[in-house]
Structures are given as C-alpha cells and as structure tokens.
C-alpha cells in the first residue's frame, strides 16, 4: 500500500516562509509527476505548483517568484519552500504524487492527507 505522509504546516505572519515536505512510502516502485494542491475553505482545490520526475516546475502565477517546489528522487519526497506568505496563501495544502505500485505494478494517482497553513497577523 503506497502512502504520502506531508510534514510542515502551522501559523505564520504575512511575509515569513513555510516549508512543506511529503515523502512517499509503503509499497513504491517509482515516483512519476508530483505536486502541491491547495484548499481553503469553500473553494476547490487547485494545483499550486508540480514537477515532473526530470525536475520540470509549474507554478500557478499566485505563488510564482514566492514558493519553490523541488524534489529528491532517491527518498521520494517533494519539498514546498514559500516565501513572503500572504493571507490568502491560507488553506490546507495537499501533495500528490503519481506512483507506480510494486505490489499493484500499476500507476496510480496518490494523495497527501493535508496540512494546514494559516497566514494571518
């Protein structure tokens, strides 16, 4: 069984930083695209950044210039660094990771059970 376990999250101030990680574990054979989605209440939930497994970035034009998404291949975790937080950054954060299930030997869709981020003075 393939877990995503996301670690970061909490309470800042406008303008300070937050970081955001989320490994894949249990039953992974490879790690393909991975990502961060993003949910404040009473809104859906929208991709804030992503990279692919050849470390090509996405970024939605809110966070562009503030957050920085990375990732590390070998411990299959993917890294969320946001800078200059704003309240509307406010919401819980999700990672998302297409797996490839070694005891399935199918790819599938996984997801991160959230983590709160809150900006607020």
């Known amino acids: ?4 376990m996301e670690s970061g999250g909490g309470l800042v101030e406008p303008g ?15 790690v393909g695209d991975m990502g961060w989605y993003r949910q404040a209440p009473g809104t859906q939930r929208e991709m804030v950044a992503s990279i692919s497994l050849a470390g090509i970035t996405y970024y939605i034009d809110d966070v ?3 957050f920085t998404v990375s990732r590390d291949n070998a411990k299959n ?4 660094q946001m ?4 309240p509307e950054d406010t919401a819980v ?14 790819w599938d869709d996984y997801w991160g059970q959230g983590t709160q981020v809150a900006v607020s003075s």
Request: hydrophobic letters at 40%; glycine letters at 6%.
């Open 16 to 30: 300070d930083s937050l970081s955001l990680s989320c490994v894949g574990a249990g039953s992974v054979a490879k």
């Open 64 to 66: 562009k210039g503030r």
């Open 93 to 106: 954060y999700y990672c998302y990771a297409r797996v490839l299930d070694n005891l399935k030997f199918i």
């Open 83 to 86: 800078n200059s937080l704003k």
């Open 77 to 80: 975790m993917i890294y969320l």
């Open 1 to 4: 069984q393939v877990q995503l």
